[in-house]
Structure formats: structure tokens, C-alpha cells
């Protein structure tokens, strides 16, 4: 059971799921289409090439949905599935619960459509397996060889109905009717009597009858109807157009042997005669199809115009009530939450402007995000005239999804009722379901605030959803995907970075399935350089790697065995000239030691100072002075226990004022 929900769990079962869904509409459509051009066909033939076309289109509708709602890429890990299925999952209302926890969703049952759905195809399909062995078991069991004088009508006939393969005549006590059996190797079974039975001109009708459906290749279709029924079972539509399939079939067959004869009476009179004969149970595997008594009624009294009838308007009727349903359940869908397939929520283009899609968009997304950050503390300190209520919900709740127009306009408000007026009209101009209760973008927005403030806030108390992280999840709502490694260490870096092994820091990947306006498989990375939990955007992949910036060029010892132990550093801040490093070293006994420093522009990443590296040996603390300009730095600091080899590390940042 635990693998059967783990499975349902899985992308695949989604999409399955919703293209379930979506087949509902898709063939209502198709069977309405397929209703309207049969009330105008009359030929036959016409009638069974439309037919077929329609269960084409539905078998490649099917495929092409499940493609469509297919997400790009699978999920690394079953940690991954949990957690991508958990935040795909419709958001919760602003509670006192968790964000995390589960709501009822009204969606939650599509993916378990999908193991009854391969349920249902598998009971129909062992029902074709089924029906196929048994007209295998037919040809072999119970029959004999038509008489000598048959079998060479036989040949003759085929020469009329132009079927180049040899054609086996078999009697056969099993089958009720004429039938055929086999594609690579065609016979055709007649009940035992039916030659001795019915006039010889009867008899050679029939006879041609089934080598037409030998020369149109009738059985090996018949073979994939019964895969396509399996296939799409689910729906009525389908079904009724198979219906059409064999009913039109006949009817092909009938125009061509009356066509050859030329005798629809006689004809009819051989069709009355095997009517007598009919059991009322359902044939095994074979080409023959439909109602004799329609396809008597139909050579005898010909209609004069389109047979169209009540048929395909009562079906088309019913499958209005299916094309209804499906699209109700479709739009029942959140409008707003973060599934497997939709859009985050949609935000103003005026909020994020991104550039347009170029695999990976982590570049553009950052650089978006952080000019978006430097507009709204600009702005944030151009609104002291605000009442603090107003100014925290113009800078804090809304600021990443308000407008500059919306702003501007907010901003030149003079009395609080204006204000609540204008705080409104903004959720209800966004509300995905008008005259309802409740607004499912504002709740969505204000619980992805709090997880962010509860999830992402770094230990220096910075609020979560200031951080990048918080950021893009309120911007553009839960991801598809995170591959997360919180502790950093070692990485193997994908041949798309280069290839070869290293040493990272802290860093989380976020795959999003699609970003409005910014393109679809949008991959997004953090890293927390400083180890403090605030994981910033990155702009380059190799942000993430920590050999880049804490070793030196020629000494790559320092990549083995380096682990998160820390070194003790300290730091002492001299004015505005530098700072004191010290580092203790009493641990070490009496071992050779191996220090390396250096020092890190925070902002550019360049280095501010020479690194250096020295061995020192029976030393109680390490200390020494580090001369530096005002700005803010990041010290790295690696210190390796030469007699044993291990290694200890601390990344601390500072500011020189």
C-alpha cells in the first residue's frame, strides 16, 4: 500500500491523471465532430474513413495531453517526489497551522485514477488476448477442408475481388456465422451445413463478401480497434465510434459484393438466411460485425438522404453532458496554486521584468529579482508620510506582487478610507473566483509570506521573506523541485558544469515546470556562502563551489578530507584599518599545522588581501593582523592537522566601518 501511494505520489500518476481528465472533453469534442459529418455522409465508405480518422485522433489527443502535462525532467529522489508532491498540493488558507500541513484537496483523487485506469486497461486488454487465442483455437479445433468443388470457387472469386493471397475454406462446428480468421495467413470459417444449406448464388455472395474483408485488411484493424478500446475504455466516445467502425465496415463490404453481383436481393436473401443462424452470444475474434436485420434493411429499402438519424444527435447528446462535465472538472482546478502543470500565481509585469527564456534563467531571474529588491527599498524609504499600518503593507506584504502604476497611486491616497478602498479593489481585481467568499490569491499569497518567514529566515534574523529564497517562493510560488544540500560538502558537478568532483557550499536548486514570462523547466540556485541559512540567488554555477574562493591555486591538498569542523577563528575588528585574526591551537598538541588565509570582497568576490599560508608547530593560539579599507569581507580559513590529516574550517563574514 505504502508503494502504491509513493507511486501516486509520482509526477507520472499526475499527469496521467489530468490527461484522464482532459480525454473527457477531448472526445466529446471528437465524437461531436464525428456526429456532425455523418448526418452529412451517405457513402459508406466516407462514413468509415471518417470513423476511423476520429479514433485516430483520439488515441493521438490521449498521447499528445499525457506529453503536455508530462513534467521535463523526473524527480532525483523519492525525498524529492514527497517533498515536490507535498508543495504542488493546493496551498492552504493563512491558519494557525503549519504551512506544511495537508488540506483536503478536492483534486487529490486524480492521481488514483491512474492505477484504475491501468486496471481497466489491463482487464480489456487480457479480454482481447483472450478473444485472440480463442479465434486462434477456432482455426485449429473442429474443422475440416471444404469441399474441392468450394475451394475452387473460392480461388475464382478472389481473383474477382482481386486478394493475391491464398485464402484457406474450413467448415468449422464452433462458429455460428462466416467468419475470418487470421491476417499473414487468412481462412474462412463456415458453419458446418452452410454450404449444402443455401443456393450456391448465396453462397458465393458470402464467400466474396468475407474476401473483401480479406483484400481491406479488416482483421489486422480489427486487432488494433480492440487495443484502442482497451486503451480508452473510460470513455463512451470511444466506444460509439467503434461501434461505427464495424457497423460502417459491413456496410463497405455489402456495397462492394452488391457492386460485383449486382444483386442486392439475392444478397439480402443470404443475409436473412445466416440472420436464422445467429446465436445471440458475441462472436469471438473476427473481420464480421453489426446487425444483420439493419444491414438486410439497408440494401433493401436504401435511404433516400443522409442516414444520419437519431443516433449520432442522442449520442452527441449525451457526450455534451460528458464535454460539460469534463470541462466543469477542469475548471475546478486552482487557479492559483502550484500543480503539476499550471502557472504560479500570475504577478504584474511591471514587478519582475525577466528577459526572455534561455535554459538555464537562473541569470535573468536574478539579476530581475535584485533590481527588483533595490527598487522597493528605494521606495520603502520614500514613504515615511504613511501611517506604519500602510506603509508595512505597501512595503512588506505586497511588494513584490504591487504594481509601479498601483503604487504610485496608493502612495497619493490622504485618508485611510481611501487606503482601505484602494487595499480592496486590489485583492478583489485579483480574486480568481468572484462572488465567492472567500479570495484564494490573497490566502495564497499571505500563507506563502508566512512560510517564508518561517522557513527561510537565516540565524541573523533577517525576515524570511526579505531573503532570496522567500522572494522568488512568494513571487512565483512553491517549485516543482528542490535538490537540496544543506550541509555543502562534496559534490559531483553535472558534465553541463564541467564535470569532476569538488566541494560546495550550502546550496539548493529549485526546478520550476513554468514561470509566466519567463519560460518553461526554469532551474533557480541558491547558495549560503557564510553557512548562516541565507541562501542567496546566484548568477553563476560555480558560486556554489567553495574550493573557488578558500584554496589556494597551487595547493590543492587542502580538497581532501576538508570537512565542516570548526576552526575557532575569531575575529577583532581595529578601527578602520582592519582586523586582528586569531586562531587557537591547543588542540593540536604538538602536531604541525598547516594555516591558510584568505580574505574575500563580499559584494565582488575578489580577493582583498595576499592569502597566505604558513606552518607553525607547538603554538597555543595563531594570531595575526590583516590590514583592510572600509567595506565588507568574508574571512576563509582552513587549518590542517599535517600528522593526521584532518581539516577544519571557518567562513566568517564582517564589515570594516
Known sequence: MNLLRFWVATPGAQALGWTLVHSLWEGALVALVLGATLSVMRSARAR?????????????????????????????????????????????????????????????????????????????????LAAWKGARRMRGTGVCAAPAFWRARLD???????????????????????????????????????????????????????????????????????????????????????????????????DMVVATQGDAYGYASALAALEERRATGDAVLA??????????????????GPRAGLTPVFSAVI???????????????????ATEQSAPVATPAQAVEVPPVRRPVTQQVAQAQRSAARFEQAQAMADPALPALYRKWLNEDVAYI??????????????DNDRE??????????????????????????????????????????????????????????PDEIDSHANGGTFQRPASEGGGSTVTFPFEQWRYKFIEGVGTNV????????????????????????????????????????????????????????????????????????????????????????????????QMTFSRFLALTPGTYRLDVIVKDLDNGTTSRDLIPFEVK
Open 48 to 128: 468509415y474513413a471518417a470513423a476511423c480518422a476520429a479514433m485516430l485522433v483520439l488515441v493521438a489527443a490521449f498521447a499528445l495531453t499525457f506529453v503536455r502535462e508530462m513534467p521535463e525532467a523526473p524527480v532525483h529522489s523519492a525525498m524529492q517526489a514527497s517533498h515536490a508532491a507535498s508543495l504542488a498540493a493546493r496551498p492552504l488558507p493563512l491558519s494557525a497551522q503549519s504551512p506544511d500541513a495537508a488540506e483536503p484537496n478536492r483534486l487529490a483523487f486524480l492521481p488514483w485514477l491512474t492505477p484504475l485506469w491501468l486496471a481497466g486497461v489491463l482487464a480489456f486488454q487480457l479480454r482481447g
Open 156 to 254: 475464382a472469386l478472389a481473383q474477382r475481388a482481386r486478394v493475391s493471397r491464398p485464402v484457406a475454406l474450413l467448415e468449422s462446428c464452433l462458429a455460428e456465422v462466416p467468419v475470418v480468421i487470421g491476417y499473414v495467413r487468412p481462412a474462412i470459417l463456415l458453419p458446418v451445413g452452410l454450404l449444402a444449406g443455401l443456393p450456391a448464388a448465396q453462397v458465393e455472395a458470402i464467400l466474396l463478401h468475407e474476401l473483401v474483408h480479406i483484400r481491406r485488411h479488416d482483421y489486422l484493424v480489427n486487432l488494433l480497434q480492440l487495443f484502442v478500446e482497451g486503451l480508452l475504455f473510460h470513455h463512451p466516445a470511444a466506444w460509439w465510434i467503434s461501434a461505427v467502425i464495424r457497423a460502417e465496415r459491413e456496410n463497405c463490404c455489402d
Open 287 to 304: 473481420s464480421t460485425g453489426g446487425s444483420l436485420v439493419k444491414r438486410i434493411q439497408r440494401l433493401l429499402a436504401p435511404p433516400e
Open 319 to 337: 457526450l455534451t453532458v460528458t464535454l460539460m462535465g469534463g470541462v466543469a472538472l477542469w475548471q475546478t482546478r486552482p487557479a492559483i496554486a
Open 402 to 415: 504591487i504594481s509601479a502604476e498601483e503604487r504610485a497611486r496608493f502612495r497619493g491616497l490622504q485618508t
Open 421 to 478: 478602498s484602494f487595499i480592496e479593489q486590489f485583492w478583489l481585481v485579483r480574486d480568481p473566483t468572484p462572488g465567492t467568499p472567500e479570495n484564494e490569491m490573497k490566502e495564497e499569497h499571505y500563507r506563502r509570506i508566512a512560510y517564508a518567514n518561517e522557513h527561510f529566515a537565516p540565524v541573523s534574523g533577517l525576515p524570511g521573506w526579505k531573503t532570496d529564497r522567500g522572494r522568488i517562493y512568494i513571487t512565483f510560488g512553491p
Open 523 to 618: 532551474i533557480i540556485e541558491f547558495v549560503d556562502p557564510t553557512f548562516t541559512g541565507e541562501y542567496r540567488l546566484t548568477m553563476d554555477p560555480t558560486d556554489k563551489d567553495a574550493l573557488r574562493y578558500v584554496l589556494p591555486p597551487a595547493n590543492n591538498a587542502f580538497a581532501h578530507n576538508l570537512s565542516q569542523v570548526s576552526a575557532g577563528a575569531t575575529i577583532q575588528i581595529v578601527g578602520n584599518n582592519g582586523v586582528q585574526l586569531s586562531i587557537p591551537l591547543s588542540r593540536y598538541d604538538d602536531h604541525k599545522v598547516n594555516i591558510y588565509v584568505r580574505i574575500v570582497d563580499a559584494e565582488s568576490r575578489n580577493t582583498k588581501a595576499s592569502p597566505f599560508e604558513q606552518t607553525v608547530q607547538g
